[in-house]
């Protein structure tokens, strides 16, 4: 399980999206938000949802970076996620986490970023200079405002009629697409690098189940629903008491890991079909090998999405559908030829 925060300073529609997206899953955890400001509907949609929330005053976070840094060291966490975040990251944090904080900014970066362009500011402009395309980039953070290098970007279509809020709805429908899949990206490249420090083991007193077992070794998710986020925490809103008090008895990893339970994190975006029975079915009924060469891509699209590479995870897909297709045209050519040879007396 990799450790993820959020940083928030408003609505937190796309800190709500990344809980949902994640915490059900056993790979990535959202384990706690922290905001610059008091009264921000996101603290109760965090509360809602189990997660940790800490307030830190705007001097803290200009003064203090330290304390920050303390509070995310002690929930281990390993990547950020700045999600409609407008305060300034001090430079010790993000030397701290370089290449683990990323931005989301609505807009096809670098146009339209750097000082005063954040959230309606931003659509604003893009309405007023007559654009055809808008549309939102996740980017790593730097000491350069908005110019960290981008990990995912997206376009949406600018109509004539639209208005910066109709032009901020259609950004935000590609936000909660693509900044899960950043927040993958980077969580897989920083397990990759660092594999025994981040990597938490099965605990070894918890038998898998034969279906657990299979899944793993096929590189597909078993059926175990998710378990729902019991976690409660109640904000403190005392800008001096910035410790958060556990108010419900269960805590989520306790629970999660403890029954030892596969359920993949949800995604938002679907999985490509991976056609694993239809390959097992031709290896079975057409042609053997072009079959299990369908079932070796059936289990990369499982294992490519996991690792949030939706690119390969599609491309393994498309390579299954085909050797499937290979499988059974070989298959029936086989057998239709096979036949009337039989019939001749020639096999
Ligand atoms: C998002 O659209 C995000 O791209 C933007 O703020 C909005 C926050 O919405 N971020 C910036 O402008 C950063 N410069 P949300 O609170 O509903 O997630």
Redo the contacts with the bound molecule.
Sequence with gaps: MTNIAVF?S??????VNLVKSFNSGNRIHVALCLTDREDIP?IEKMRELGVETIYFPRSVWKENPQAILDVLKSHDIKVIA?????SFIKEEIINEYEGRIL????SLLPAYGGKG???GN?HKAVIEAGETKSG?TVHLVTNDL?AGPIVVQREVEVLPDDSPESL?AK??EV?YLIFPEAVMKTVAAFNKQTPSESNTPTPPDIPKSVDDAWAETLGIPNNVPPIPNTAQTHFSSQPNNMSPTPAGPTSYSATASSMGQRSMALQSEQMPPTYLVWSIIMTILCCTIPGIVAIIFSAKVSSKYYEGDLDGSRRASRNAEIWIIVSFVLGVLSNTLYLPLALAGLF
Excluded: C, K, Q, R
Aim: glycine share 14%; aromatic share 4%.
């Design positions: 928030a408003g609505t937190g529609s796309n800190a996101v700045l999600a409609g975040f407008l931005n989301i900014h609505p362009m954040h959230g931003v939102a908005d901020e950004v935000h936000e």
